[in-house]
């Protein structure tokens, strides 16, 4: 393959998977970057349904909006680095469940292109207390704007713009 003028190339890291089959399980069902849409009720209900210690249910929904930084967007498309994103997206989910005295957490992203006022990513965390499951929220959302390989491009009146940073 011949690299040219204006190409682009990424040298990304390689990675290693593998987990214990029942670990396997709770990743597909509370870990997933998809391209089509979730429903919150069913992932707040998916962990909820995990204990009935639960008692506080805080979430993150992000969604696409039609401005940022002062331009008009008029829709979005997300990339990700297929495995990796998933990878970083459990080792957010076996943190969190470690370092925080939460119950239980669901963490989804969608790829692709998406529409105006479309879900884009959703946490949803599970504690016996709020105070735990707003502070683990938080953490796993700021946690995957800093690790997760997903890139987003903005397409504005004037053209199309990759966004670097993840406020």
């Known amino acids: ?21 029942e670990q396997a399980s709770d990743d ?4 997933r970057v998809q391209r089509e849409d979730f429903s919150v009720d069913a992932e707040i209900d998916r962990v909820q349904g995990k204990s009935k210690r639960i008692g ?12 940022s930084k002062g331009r008009d967007v008029t829709g979005i498309t997300f990339e990700h680095y297929e495995g990796m994103a998933q990878k970083k997206l459990r080792e957010i989910r076996e943190r969190a469940l470690k370092d925080f005295d939460i119950i239980e957490v669901a963490i ?3 790829h692709g ?33 800093r690790i ?20």
């Open 28 to 31: 597909a069902q509370f870990v």
């Open 148 to 167: 997760t390989p997903i890139w987003k491009l903005e397409y504005t009146p004037g053209g199309e713009v990759w966004v670097e940073e993840h406020p």
């Open 108 to 110: 989804l992203h969608r």
């Open 113 to 145: 292109p998406i529409a105006i006022g479309e879900n884009i990513v959703l946490i949803v965390v599970g504690a016996e207390h709020r105070a735990e499951a707003f502070r683990a929220c938080q953490w796993a959302i700021d946690e995957l704007k």
């Open 1 to 21: 393959m011949e690299v040219r003028v204006g190409d682009e190339i990424a040298l990304l890291p390689p990675f290693a998977g593998g987990s214990p089959i």
């Open 56 to 67: 506080g249910i805080s979430i993150f929904l992000g969604t696409a909006r039609d401005r």
